[in-house]
């Protein structure tokens, strides 16, 4: 479903990777590794369409993910190294407006079995600033649990600054989404294990 | 498509809302350089009549460039550019929605504060009636002007004083023919031709500006 050709990019004049390719059928995990810096972030944010790749070309089903547009992100769910939570609005609102934009509205009570998912009950209408690093982070996992509608999902770090219980449950989340068929593509420091699924490791070397 | 653009208007909105202060800081800056002016040049009422259009326009320029950084900054600092950047809906939806909260909570509320400014410079009824209409026809032209320099200046160092540098020039036909339309009805010449070009300053801003935006916003995140 997803595939890369011949993919290079480009930081300040340091070519990161170059003729970076592979091809990910239904139901597969591709897990990012390699060390800081060696382009784990810059590959994702080409794969969801931020950033251009220096060369090569991304292709969803077949067709150049670029010239699909909307198309493609309609498919696509991006969880990137910035949450993109807003400090004045509450769980609840920043579930609501984020899933806006990815062309979701569901009723109110799926947003609060979303954010209780994450451990969040209680907490949907206390303003994010309030919030911990980990719980913003769980505010933006919760997107996940209504997400199973998109086949693409692209997560950066999604582990990073959760407890065990959060880091378990984004897991499930993950297994179940990949058992539908979709496609993830994530990068974590953590040593986990995805049961189930077919799982391709991409190392960059830096 | 406008869906879209009412759910961003609805988002940014509420935002707002919660940071009345931002919208506040705005309107007063504009109150007070308003009214420094019939302080420093005393109040002789003839010259206050004549320079009142143009004080009040550019008192209104530079309350709308203060306002700027606030469209786009916070959204890019947080992440939520990146988001918009790859939504279910076109970029140029995003932009126009943001673009029209960001005159809903300063262009209207800089119009609707402008009579009173007026008074102080005892503008009579006539030349007040041409600058409301001026500044409704003008301050949209301002929001969709700046939000290209906002936007071109994202992440740049000192993107306070560069967004003023690129900004304020292009404001300049704006400024001319919004002033002058208040100073046409104060001469009790006829101003519609001044309205005219202001509203063919809009139609033509509406037209482009989102698109140099959309496109100023791409590259900042690349």
């Known amino acids: 479903m997803l595939q890369a050709e011949s993919l290079a990019c480009e930081r300040g004049g340091r070519l990161l990777f170059k003729s970076l390719a592979f091809a990910l059928a239904p139901g597969t995990l591709l897990r990012v590794a390699g060390p800081n810096g060696a382009g784990k972030t810059s590959l994702l944010r080409i794969l969801c369409g931020v950033a251009r790749p220096a060369a090569g070309r991304v292709l969803w089903a077949g067709e150049n993910a670029h010239a699909l547009g909307e198309d493609y992100t309609r498919q696509l769910l991006y969880l990137g190294h910035l949450s ?57 996992l919760a997107r996940l649990a209504l997400s199973q509608t998109q086949p693409l999902w692209i997560l950066d770090e999604p582990l990073a600054a959760l407890d065990v219980d959060a880091i378990d449950t984004v897991i499930a989340l993950v297994s179940a989404h990949l058992d539908a068929g979709g496609v993830t593509v994530l990068t974590t420091h953590q040593e986990i294990e995805f049961a189930s699924a077919s799982v391709v490791r991409l190392v960059l070397a830096g | 498509m406008l869906a879209s653009i009412v759910g961003i208007i609805e ?107 007026g008074v102080q410079y005892d503008l009579p009824a006539p030349a007040l009636g041409a600058l409301v209409a001026s500044l409704a ?78 496109a100023a916003l791409r590259i900042a995140l690349d």
């Open chain 1, 84 to 140: 993109a939570i807003k400090e004045d609005f509450t769980p609840r609102e920043n579930l609501r407006f984020a899933l806006r934009l990815a062309g979701l509205e569901p009723p109110a009570e799926a947003l609060d079995q979303a954010l209780a998912r994450l451990g969040l009950a209680g907490r949907e209408d206390v303003p994010a600033r309030y919030l911990s690093q980990g719980q913003k982070r769980r505010v933006a």
């Open chain 2, 11 to 117: 988002r940014d909105l509420r935002l707002a809302f919660r940071r009345k202060g931002d919208v506040a800081q705005v309107l007063v800056f504009f109150v007070i350089v308003a009214s420094l002016f019939p302080l420093g040049t005393g109040a002789e009422p003839n010259q206050l009549r004549a320079m009142g259009p143009g004080v009040v326009w550019v008192a209104a320029l530079l309350a709308a460039l203060l306002s700027l950084n606030r469209l786009f900054a916070a959204d890019y600092a947080d992440g939520s550019l990146e988001q918009m950047l790859i939504a279910a809906q076109p970029l140029a939806a995003t932009v126009t929605g943001k673009t029209i909260a960001h005159w809903l909570t300063t262009g209207l509320p800089l119009t609707l504060l402008a009579p009173l400014l």
């Open chain 2, 137 to 214: 026809l003008g301050t949209p032209v301002l929001s969709l002007i700046g939000a290209v320099g906002a936007a071109l200046t994202l992440g740049a160092r000192g993107a306070a004083v560069l967004l003023a540098l690129l900004v304020l020039p292009l404001y300049v036909p704006v400024l001319v023919f919004g002033a002058g339309a208040v100073g046409a009805a104060l001469a009790g010449l006829p101003h519609g031709a001044h309205l005219s070009l202001l509203g063919a300053f809009l139609a033509f801003s509406t037209v482009f500006a989102p698109w140099a935006t959309c």
